[in-house]
């Protein structure tokens, strides 16, 4: 009976996931997709590693609520039975899962059991938009499924090894000593990129590179080797480039401002800083990037306009951690497939001697800067839910191993 793995991706209102058969040579993906609208009008769509759609659904059509109320435990319930009944001949025997935060102590992919659920439970507050759903999944898991093992996958790991100068808050130093420290996030997915760049580009690989994660969360990291160096995110998720709901930088004045003289609980502040600010603030439209191109309001224009300086000024500060730059990727949503703001972003750094191939970079090409360019521009698709599994195959092979023998 061939062995399986569910890579599982949860987020506040989507679930990505992938399900890999288990070979030999490590796991093959075989059918993934993302279950979103959670909370407002869920619906799922699967497809098979050859492009066949295997499941599309929706819930609440036609209820009272249209399928709001369903929340994630629900949801992944039923993704999980879809899984376990796809093929008849495989077993699901882990599941891995992307948690957003693993604090000071947890940073390597490890084998989840009570006690890791509650710590990592204490580390909400500092990604309340992600923690709670990362964990929520586990624990359904463990419910439905007693039996399979289950390995956390921290999106801080790859920022662990940093310099202590890009991780200290200049606060006093009791604080530091309470967990309170810049970690860096999008860790998986910057790992994957930094593991294709070395396949695809082995010389650029080690030099001095920004990766950039551009989607409706969004991050910077600076790599040297291959290595994070510097990332845009630091104490939590909330810091760095203008997202899609979340500010980025912020005056810490403002936030007390909000407070002490517009009247705002901490919670109502928190409340907006994540939920309805960025480009979704800015342009009272939307906070989808393809909204706003499409729209002809001016307040789309200038959230647009704003989210490509903030990326570009933030570049131009990575690179004086870098000492330089070579290299320049683009990832996820944004980075990925909207060769709009690639460009206007690469414009603001032409004084680097980036120099964009227009042609390419209108058709999502792999490269996308002129052969003269002094800095190479790649577009790397991201792929998280592979990286989950790759962590979770490898740390549960010597359990599944053993029992192959003993059985």
Same mark, same amino acid.
């Given at each position: 009976m061939t062995r399986s793995?569910i890579?599982?991706?949860?987020?506040?209102?989507s679930?990505k996931?992938g399900l890999?058969h288990?070979e030999?040579?490590?796991?093959v993906?075989?059918?993934?997709?993302?279950?979103?609208?959670?909370g407002?009008a869920?619906?799922?769509?699967?497809h #098979?590693?050859t492009?066949?759609?295997?499941?599309e659904?929706?819930? /609440?059509?036609g =209820?009272?609520?249209? /399928?709001a109320g369903?929340?994630?435990?629900?949801?992944l319930?039923?993704l999980?039975?879809w899984?376990?009944?796809?093929?008849?001949d495989h077993?699901i025997v882990a599941?891995?899962h992307r948690?957003?935060h693993?604090g000071?102590r947890y940073w390597a992919p490890r084998l989840?059991d009570?006690?890791?659920?509650?710590?990592l +439970? &204490?580390f #909400?507050?500092?990604?309340?938009?992600h923690?709670?759903?990362?964990l929520?999944?586990?624990?359904?898991?463990?419910?439905k499924?007693?039996?399979?093992?289950?390995?956390?996958?921290f999106d801080?790991?790859?920022?662990?090894?940093?310099?202590?100068v890009?991780?200290?808050?200049?606060l006093?130093?009791a604080?530091?000593?309470?967990g309170?420290?810049?970690y860096g996030?999008?860790?998986l997915s910057?790992?994957?990129v930094s593991?294709?760049?070395?396949?695809?580009d082995?010389a650029l690989?080690q030099?001095r590179?920004i990766?950039?994660h551009?989607g409706?969360?969004a991050s910077l990291c600076?790599?040297? /080797?291959?290595?994070?160096v510097? &990332? =845009?995110?630091g104490?939590?998720?909330? +810091?760095?480039?203008i997202m899609?709901?979340r500010?980025?930088?912020? +005056?810490?004045?403002?936030?007390i401002?909000?407070?002490?003289q517009e009247g705002?609980?901490?919670?109502?502040?928190?409340s907006?800083l994540?939920?309805?600010?960025?480009?979704l603030?800015?342009s009272?439209?939307?906070?989808d990037?393809r909204?706003?191109h499409a729209?002809d309001?001016?307040r789309?224009?200038?959230?647009?306009?704003?989210f490509v300086w903030?990326?570009?000024?933030q570049?131009?500060? %990575?690179m004086? #951690?870098?000492?330089g730059l070579?290299?320049l990727?683009?990832?996820?949503?944004?980075g990925?497939?909207?060769?709009?703001?690639?460009?206007?972003i690469?414009?603001r750094?032409?004084?680097?001697g %980036?120099?964009l191939d227009?042609?390419?970079?209108?058709?999502?090409?792999p490269v996308?800067s002129?052969?003269?360019s002094?800095?190479?521009?790649?577009?790397?698709?991201?792929?998280?839910?592979r990286?989950i599994a790759?962590h979770t195959f490898?740390? =549960?092979?010597?359990?599944?191993?053993a029992?192959?023998? +003993?059985s």
């Open positions: 793995i890579s599982l991706n949860s987020g506040s209102s679930i996931f890999y288990l030999e040579q490590g796991p993906h075989v059918a993934g997709g993302k279950l979103e609208g959670i407002t869920p619906r799922i769509r699967i #098979s590693d492009g066949e759609i295997l499941l659904k929706s819930w /609440g059509e =209820t009272k609520d249209g /399928g369903l929340t994630h435990e629900p949801l319930s039923e999980y039975d899984a376990h009944d796809h093929l008849q077993a599941v891995g948690v957003v693993g000071g989840i009570e006690a890791l659920v509650a710590e +439970d &204490t #909400s507050p500092l990604a309340p938009l923690q709670p759903h990362n929520a999944a586990i624990r359904e898991i463990a419910r499924a007693p039996h399979l093992v289950q390995v956390a996958c801080t790991g790859f920022h662990h090894a940093m310099p202590g890009a991780t200290r808050l200049p006093p130093r604080y530091a000593a309470r309170m420290r810049r996030f999008h860790g910057y790992e994957y593991a294709r760049l070395a396949t695809l082995p690989a030099g590179v990766v950039a551009l409706n969360g600076a790599m040297r /080797g291959g290595a994070s510097d &990332t =845009t995110m104490f939590t998720a909330l +810091d760095g480039l899609g709901t500010t980025g930088m912020l +005056d810490p004045g403002a936030v401002h909000l407070q002490l705002l609980s901490a919670h109502e502040v928190e907006m994540y939920r309805r600010s960025g480009l603030g800015l009272e439209l939307s906070s990037m909204s706003l729209s309001d001016p789309a224009a200038e959230a647009i306009e704003s903030t990326a570009a000024r570049m131009g500060a %990575l004086v #951690s870098l000492e070579d290299g990727v683009f990832t996820a949503g944004i990925e497939n909207d060769p709009v703001i690639r460009a206007a690469c414009a750094l032409a004084w680097t %980036l120099v227009e042609a390419a970079n209108a058709a999502n090409a996308i002129s052969p003269e002094r800095v190479i521009v790649r577009v790397i698709p991201t792929d998280e839910e990286q790759l490898s740390l =549960t092979q010597p359990f599944m191993d029992a192959k023998g +003993d």
